[in-house]
């Protein structure tokens, strides 16, 4: 069943009340929230784009929870490169919500059943399997949707040729998921397939995590698409999400080009100077919001990319259709992918 059903107007009729309701408890129950929200003089919205909303730098300095210590389930982290790490606290009750609506996003373009899955990452960086990094709590998010995994490198980040042909041989000939992120999968996937002749056309592909890499490579996303198909992978789905909003991707349509809302969430696109919402075409700061944060006040955030909104409810799928362009000059460099480091 898809969630991306709802037009942009009942979608923010139907999130507005919800999201309300969150900004109340939170700042009932988180006291940095209420300070913040207090200073602010933020009375009531009448639309989404006039509720409170946060920095996403603000996870890296303050505990920002609305659950008591001896509630926390599990405490995610961000990828940062500076050594400010975002921390994100679930409760059971969190960790569970946010797990089945991954799914059943996921599930709009991968079906109901569990498909073999080919891993483009390391089975190294799963280590602590309470605290995990936000690259690994993708990676391990994602694993979920599939069976019969194989990691297309090893141990050391090298490129496990018997792995990957072990598995095509095996599960090649039927529907299969392949899940990395974006600069790894041209790496390490694209180029040992076209070096290869590996045949991927019965793959569909999830990826994620930034162009910045690549755009140094000369690789725009539409390049991308283009070289993937060269190796048979026409089924190719980018995502957008933080550690910040775990469980909520914005995902990119059967029609390519361009991120969808699942229907628990949306985005405004701010300008950077007056914090005005801007229209469809117009890029600025990406706002997130999400319905999915309970445990902590995560509902709202301005982030530190710039998007552009290209329309709304014109797509393959209702409401916006919008493209991360970029981090913002002088944001910190940071990414689940570019976490990443490539063995001397």
């Known amino acids: 069943m898809s969630v991306f059903t709802l037009a942009q107007d009942e979608k923010e009729a139907a999130l507005l009340p919800q999201l309300d309701e969150l900004t109340s408890f939170h700042r009932a129950n988180c006291e940095p929230y209420d300070r913040i929200l207090s200073a602010s003089g933020y009375q009531k919205a009448s639309g989404i784009a006039e509720l409170p909303w946060l920095p996403v730098r603000l996870f890296k300095t303050l505990d920002l929870k609305s659950i008591p210590d001896d509630e926390v389930f599990k405490v995610l982290t961000s990828s940062g490169t500076t050594g400010d790490v975002s921390r994100i606290y679930l409760d059971k009750a969190a960790a569970a919500e946010q797990q089945k609506r991954l799914a059943a996003t996921v599930q709009t373009v991968l079906g109901p059943k569990r498909l073999p899955m080919l891993l483009v990452d390391t089975k190294a960086m799963l280590k602590d399997r309470r605290s995990f990094s936000a690259r690994g709590a993708g990676v391990l998010g994602m ?78 996303p539409d390049e991308f698409r283009a070289r993937l198909a060269g190796v048979g992978l026409t089924r190719v789905h980018n995502y957008y ?36 919402e801007l229209p469809p075409g117009e890029p600025g700061l990406i706002e997130v919001i999400s319905t999915l944060p309970t445990s902590y006040p995560g509902h709202v955030l301005l982030t530190e990319d710039l998007g552009v909104v290209h329309g709304i409810d014109d797509g393959a799928w209702p409401g916006k259709r919008f493209s991360v362009l970029g981090r913002l000059p002088r944001a910190e460099a940071r990414g689940c992918s570019d976490t990443y480091r490539e063995a001397a």
């Not at 914005?250 to 300008?271: H, K, N, S, T, W």
Request: contains cysteine.
């Open 143 to 220: 694993s979920t949707f599939g069976r019969d995994h194989v990691w297309a490198l090893d141990l050391d980040g090298q490129v496990d040729l018997a792995a990957i042909r072990g598995f095509l041989a095996r599960h090649g000939d039927a529907p299969f998921l392949i899940f990395g992120f974006t600069f790894l999968v041209w790496l390490h996937l694209y180029e040992v397939a076209r070096d290869n002749g590996l045949d991927l056309a019965n793959g569909i592909l999830i990826h994620s995590g930034g162009w910045k890499k690549l755009v140094d490579q000369a690789v725009s």
């Open 241 to 276: 999400g933080m550690v910040e909003q775990i469980g909520t991707i914005f995902l990119e349509g059967p029609d390519g080009g361009a991120l969808y809302c699942p229907d628990f969430a949306d985005v405004v696109i701010r300008d950077p100077l007056t914090w005005a």
